[in-house]
């Protein structure tokens, strides 16, 4: 959006967006704690909050629109690392649905990336973990489909974000260009107003050294050789 951010139009850098992304953090982590009936293992679902934590920070920090090479490779495996670490640990069966919780939390990363224009990163990271889901199902003898059955659910969230950002988008753009053209009037307007007050000033200035040389003309007798030398000097 040549140089401009939507983060500033949707207020992604203000306190607000930072408290909400502690609150998120923190969801995170209540989730973690909520599920560990059953696991292998404590500190994987741990390791996962500090991956989404960590997720959060680089799309709120992250400048650039749209978001970096970088920190889109950083987002989109996000999901499928943090889904990685709790289904390595989970028992079989699950004791309880929130004990997928790393699936729903991927795809607020991936819905915000929608919005900051890595829209095919978002739906490659949301597939990639999905198939860590799938393929612990899989593997613990659970089958195929249900893995997809409670995975695919989070499809249609992101399928919405992304309706959302082919909106907000190029709104986002009319929005960035207008305020460039008011911008650019602004400053034409300030630079005019400057242009008009040098020139009263000059000419003010040129009234107050000029006009009593033309009164003393106008006047007489006939200037002395020292008034002719300031007109000389005023006219040029």
Known sequence: MNGQDIRDLLSMKSTAAYAV???????????ATATLDGVSAVWPPYAAVLVFAGAVVVLLGAPGDPLGTRATALLTVSGPV???AVFAVLPVPLTGSLQTWPLGMSVVIYTFMCVRGRTLAAWLGLALTMSVAIGWAAMTGQGFLYGLSFSAINIAPLLMSTFFAFTI?????????LRTQS????????????VLEERDARLASLDALARPLLQ?????PDPTDEEVLACRLLEA
């Open 216 to 220: 003393r003309i106008a006047d007489g």
């Open 169 to 177: 988008r190029p709104l986002a753009a009319a929005i960035f260009a």
């Open 183 to 194: 911008t650019v009037r602004i400053a034409s307007r300030a630079a005019a107003a400057a």
């Open 21 to 31: 992304a502690v609150f998120y953090v923190l969801a995170c982590a209540v989730c």
């Open 82 to 84: 943090a889904a990685s």
